[in-house]
């Protein structure tokens, strides 16, 4: 855990990376690795282009649900 954490540190600093977003302790960032940089404090995670539609949908839902909780009827 500890070695592959140093190694995405390493991974990380080499990348060219570009900022898209940041919002407090969330952080995006497109990246010359091909990925995309998603940081949430001290946590870096990188996901595939393609999946950002689908993590930011997924959110978006989440959120949609959190604010009108009673249109997600159980
Ligand atoms: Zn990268």
Known sequence: MMNHETRLESDT????????AKNGPFLVESCGCGMVHLTFGFMTVRIAPGAV???????LEAVQNLERPRAHAH
Not at 14 to 20: D, E, N, Q, S, T
């Open 13 to 20: 600093s080499r990348c060219r990376r570009h900022m898209l």
């Open 53 to 59: 539609d689908a993590l930011c949908a997924t959110l």
